[in-house]
């Protein structure tokens, strides 16, 4: 059986709330709020249960109280139409703050998505700065407008023979690329850090990109992302 330590870190890793595994493994959320807290003995079968729910998404229990990802999880979601980068900035901010780590993001053109969703990513740094989060950014060598803040992200020039116009992010176990009209994300260990290990070895060569103000900061003195 899992104890409740591994099922409160199981529920973290995923990003969950008491609602969310409540409605996953079939029980009330009473029940699930009773058990979390530690003021009901779980009979054995929905223990059991609970865990299956967790290794159907992911979960691996070890030794002691210990619980990790496993590392043959394959699972692929595509972000599409109008909300689709709102949906790809919300999913980035949830396991970021969920799994920790940084996140990185590998020939990312940002202009494009200034001109349509410059609203949609001030209030991203917004949540981004006040969790304290980091990230690394390599875009197109000779770009000097940048819209993250020095405090949460690094920028370099990436060269021109290793910009391409299909993008890509790593942040916690998954892999996004950015396609024409989508945005595909992978989840998956073993691919997310082979393409953070690609990341570095760029990054190391890349040129750091000139100090100056962010456009996240230009905003944020207006009180107010620019509609």
Known sequence: MISLEQ???????LNWSQIDLAQHAGISVTAMNNIDRGLAAPRVKTLD??????ERNGIEFTEGNGVRFRRDVFRV???????????????LLRTQIAQGGESIHHSFDEPQFLKKSRKLLFDFY???????????VLIREGVTERYGPS??????????????????SVYGNKYCIFLPNRIVVIENPDIADAYRKQFDA???SATKVPAKES??????????SAE
């Open 126 to 136: 917004q949540a981004f700065t006040q969790h304290r989060l980091k990230e690394r």
């Open 215 to 224: 456009l996240y900061e230009q905003d944020l003195k207006l009180g107010k």
């Open 7 to 13: 099922m409160r870190g199981a529920r973290g890793l």
């Open 151 to 168: 405090s949460t992200s690094q920028y370099r020039w990436c060269a021109k023979e290793l910009f391409s116009r299909i993008g890509y």
């Open 202 to 204: 760029n990054w190391k």
């Open 49 to 54: 249960e609970i865990r299956k729910v967790f």
């Open 77 to 91: 979601e595509t972000f599409e139409g109008p909300r689709g980068f709102a949906a790809y900035l919300d999913d």
